[in-house]
């Protein structure tokens, strides 16, 4: 049998490279060698507000963009969290096992909770939730960017901690970091990583910029007072875009040496603009065409959503009985 891997992403926004880079690329590669569930995770969008239209759009945006990206409804499930009820339900359970001071201790809720006057409980909650979402399916691995290993740290703690509590019940997941791309910077401000909620003006390209959006903001991104790309002294946003150039094309450090030292930043921005733009438009052409079946993106959640619920009932079920909860 083969193992299981679950991941997730926010309809929060618009999907960016750095997802892409992080995240999504990896998605479509394991598909042949794991059983893969691929969660639209709405309800964690709703931790902090969302315009109910733009995230009911945005829901199946994330599908086309899926599909688009290859990934194959026939050998992996694509789900929504809130079509299937035991998400919620097993994240009940599992926050009657976690410390609040481990919620409190996590790097992304510090960074949102400094965003907001007034901080939703369901910020600090998210953890708990994302340890849900993973557990409800055993996933194995969880191919992830690097700014969810605390999270998946957390998420074991928890899986741990219910185990010794009531008896071996979930798999402890192991996190499956890419080696080039786990994390992308902004191209406006290279010490903050690029994120959907921080999408004002130059801070990301997303996947659906059309070529001179894309390009523009690739040209404006900040670099330093350098003239020329040095791999030792060159700064944040040099090695971003160096880092962007060399997930997209997949090659070596030493590759990326002979083509890039000594290039002056206005043609290695050139050339990443390129490379960019190049490499989005298959992904752009293809999306427009599942976007325009409404009928069959509706089939593939549905039947996702299927599948996904028939594992996630027997783990709720399993879980609440090992408590002595009524089942
Ligand atoms: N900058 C990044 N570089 C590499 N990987 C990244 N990921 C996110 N940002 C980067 C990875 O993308 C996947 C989906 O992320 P998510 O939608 O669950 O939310 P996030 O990690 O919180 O991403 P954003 O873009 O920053 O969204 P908002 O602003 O809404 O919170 C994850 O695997 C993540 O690691």
């Given amino acids: ?88 339900e097993l994240a009940w359970l599992l926050t009657c096992v976690t410390p609040i001071g481990w919620l409190q201790r996590m790097t992304q809720f510090k960074t949102k909770a400094a965003r907001y006057e007034e901080v939703l409980d369901g910020l600090l ?25 605390q999270h998946l740290e957390l998420t074991r703690d928890v899986a741990d901690r219910f185990n010794r509590l009531y008896g071996e019940t979930f798999v402890l997941p192991a996190t499956k970091l890419p080696t080039v791309g786990a994390r992308i910077m902004g191209l406006d401000d290279p010490t903050k990583k690029m994120s959907k909620s921080e999408d004002v003006g130059g801070h990301a390209v ?29 700064g944040p946003g040099v090695k971003n875009l160096l880092q962007i150039y060399q997930a997209f094309e997949g090659l070596s450090d030493d590759a990326m040496k002979a083509e890039f030292a000594g290039m002056r930043y206005g043609d ?10 190049a490499r989005l438009q298959p992904i752009q052409a293809r999306f427009k065409e599942v ?21 996630a009932m027997e783990t709720v079920r399993v879980a609440k009985e090992r408590m002595g909860l009524f089942v």
């Avoid at 290695?268 to 733009?277: F, G, I, P, Y």
Wanted: charged fraction near 25%; charge should be negative; include cysteine.
């Fill in 291 to 311: 976007m325009a079946d409404e009928a069959g993106l509706h089939r593939v959640l549905d039947e996702g959503n299927a599948r996904a619920r028939t594992i």
């Fill in 125 to 149: 909650q998210y953890p708990v939730l994302m340890a849900a979402d993973i557990l409800l399916y055993n996933a194995s691995i969880v191919p992830v960017g690097d700014d969810q290993t």
């Fill in 1 to 88: 049998m083969k193992k299981r891997v679950f991941t997730a992403a926010q309809p929060s926004g618009n999907v960016h490279i750095g997802n892409y880079l992080g995240a999504f690329r990896q998605w479509a590669a394991v598909q042949d060698d794991y059983e893969c569930i691929f969660g639209i995770v709405d309800m964690h969008a709703i931790t902090v507000y969302q315009d109910p239209k733009d995230l009911s759009y945005r829901t199946r945006e994330f599908a086309a963009i899926l599909l688009a990206l290859g990934i194959d409804p026939a050998k992996s499930a694509i789900m929504v969290q809130s079509a299937v009820p035991e998400h919620a």
């Fill in 206 to 234: 997303t996947l659906l910029d059309p070529p001179e959006v894309a390009r523009k903001k690739i040209m404006r991104a900040q670099t330093d007072s350098h003239p020329e790309v040095d791999f030792q002294l060159s």
């Fill in 268 to 277: 290695l921005k050139k050339r990443v603009a390129e490379c960019v733009v």
